[in-house]
C-alpha cells in the first residue's frame, strides 16, 4: 500500500510538472511556422535561438529547483522520506522530457511530423525495456523512474541527431533579432491558459473527494484517464496549428473544414465505439473492483469529440489572439466548479462528469461563434450530422451483440467501423474524393 501511495505522489507529480511548458513549445511553432511561411530564415533561427535559450534556462532551474528540494519536500510535503531519491531521479526526467518536447516542437512549425513517430518509438519502446529491466533486478520505484529517465534521454539524442541533419541550415548561421514584447504577451496568454486547464482538468476530482468517498475519485479519475489516452490517439487539431500559422481567408476556410470533417469522422465513432467496450475495457485495464467507473466512462467518452474537434483554441492562438481561449477557459472553469459542486451531490461521479462534459462544451460552443465573428470560420452542419447519424446506427447494430470479453468486444467493434464506413460512404459523407485525397497524404498518388 505505501508502495502504491508513492507511485501516486510520483506519477501524479510528473504529470504536473511535464506537460506544462508555460506556453514556450507552442509560441515556438506559432513564431517559426509564420516566419517559415514568409521565408525568411534569418527570423526562423532568431525565434529557435531566442526560444531555445528561455527554455533551457526555465528547464534546467526547474530541475534544479525539484534537486535540491527533494529532501525538503519527501519529508514536510508528502511526509514520505523515501520519496528523496525518486524526486531526485525524477529532476533528470523532468530535464530530458521537457527538452523533447522543445526539440520536437521545432519539427512541427516545419509542418514535419514523422519526428513524432521517430519520439514515440524511441521513448516508448526503451521505456518499457528499461523499466521491465531495473524493475526485475529490484529497484522498484526508482528503476521505474530511471526508466523514464534513459528513455526520454534517448528520444532527445536521436531528435536531435535528426534535427541537425534535416534543419542544420535553420540552426547555425546569421539570426534576426526578435520582437520579445510580441513574444512575451503571446506567451503569458498561453501560460495563464494551461493554468486554468490544469484547474479545469482536476477540480472535479478535488470536488469529488469534498463529497464523496476517496474510492469515488479512483473510480471517476479511471474513466477519465481512459479518455484521456484515446482522445490523444485520435487529436488532429494540434496537427493542424503551423498549417493555419501561415493561411488566410478562403484558403483557411477550405484548409479548417476538410480538418474538421476527417476529425468529426474518426471521432464519432470513436466515442461510440468506447461506449460499446466501456465495461469490457475498464475490467481489462483494472479489474472487475473498477466497475462503478463504466457508468461516468459513459459520460466521459464524449470528451472525446472536444478534443478531436476543438480547433477554436489553435485558430486562435494560430491568429495571435490567445486571449479569447484563455477568457473562455476560464469562465468555463467558474461552470465547472458550479454545476459540479449541484450534480455531485444530486448524481455522484456521474454528476461530475455531466458538468465537465456541458462546461466543454459551452467552451466549444463559445469559440465556435467567436471563429465565425472573426475569421468567418465555422464547420458545415454536414460534417457533424452524417458522421453522428452513421455512428448512431453503427452503435445500434453492435450493441445486440452480447460481450463476454474484450476480444469480443473488439472484434465487434471492427465490425462497426466497417459498418459505419458503408453508412457514412451510402450517405456520401465520404466520397472517392476524400479516398483520393487520403491518398495523396500517404504517398500512394501524386496530386
Partial sequence: MQARVVRYILFGFIDSLTFTDLGINTTLIRYVAHAYGLKDHELVRGYIRSLSKLKVVLVIFTSLLLFTTSDVLSVH??????????????????????????????????????????????YEFSRLFFIILFVS????????????????????????????????????????????????????????????????AYV?????????????????????????????????????????????????????????????????????????????????????????????????????????????GVIFNAKEKPEYPVYVSFFAMILNIVLNYFMILRWGIVGAGIATVVSNLFSWITLAYLSKVMFDVLPKFEHLIKPLFSSLIMFYIISQFK????????????LGAVIYSAI?????????????YLRMILGLERY
Fill in 77 to 122: 510535503v508528502f511526509h514520505k522520506p523515501m520519496l528523496s531519491m525518486p524526486l531526485k531521479v525524477m529532476s533528470a526526467f523532468v530535464l530530458f522530457f521537457s527538452l523533447l518536447g522543445f526539440i520536437n516542437s521545432i519539427f512541427n512549425a516545419f509542418n514535419d511530423f514523422k519526428a513524432n513517430l521517430i519520439r514515440a518509438l524511441t
Fill in 137 to 200: 533486478i529490484g529497484l522498484s520505484v526508482v528503476g521505474a523512474l530511471l526508466g523514464f529517465v534513459i528513455a526520454s534521454f534517448l528520444a532527445l539524442i536521436a531528435l536531435l541527431i535528426l534535427l541537425l541533419k534535416n534543419y542544420r541550415g535553420f540552426i547555425f548561421g546569421k539570426a534576426k533579432s526578435i520582437n520579445w514584447r510580441k513574444v512575451v504577451r503571446f506567451t503569458s496568454y498561453l501560460t495563464i491558459g494551461s493554468i486554468t486547464w490544469v484547474v479545469f
Fill in 204 to 312: 472535479d476530482s478535488v470536488m469529488i473527494g469534498m463529497f464523496l468517498p476517496a474510492e469515488e475519485v479512483g473510480y471517476y479519475r479511471a474513466s477519465y484517464n481512459i479518455v484521456g489516452a484515446i482522445s490523444g490517439l485520435v487529436s488532429i487539431p494540434s496537427v493542424m496549428f503551423p498549417v493555419f500559422v501561415q493561411l488566410e481567408g478562403r484558403d483557411l476556410k477550405q484548409a479548417f473544414n476538410r480538418a474538421f470533417k476527417y476529425s468529426a469522422i474518426i471521432s464519432f465513432p470513436v466515442v461510440f465505439g468506447l461506449i460499446s467496450l466501456g465495461e469490457q475495457l475498464i475490467k481489462f485495464v483494472y479489474g472487475v473492483d473498477y466497475l462503478q467507473a463504466v457508468p461516468v466512462l459513459y459520460v466521459l467518452s464524449f470528451l472525446i469529440l472536444r478534443s478531436s474537434l476543438g480547433f477554436w
Fill in 403 to 414: 460481450l463476454s470479453n474484450l476480444i469480443e468486444g473488439v472484434s465487434v467493434v471492427l
Fill in 424 to 436: 457514412l460512404f451510402l450517405f456520401k459523407g465520404l466520397t472517392k474524393e476524400d479516398f483520393r
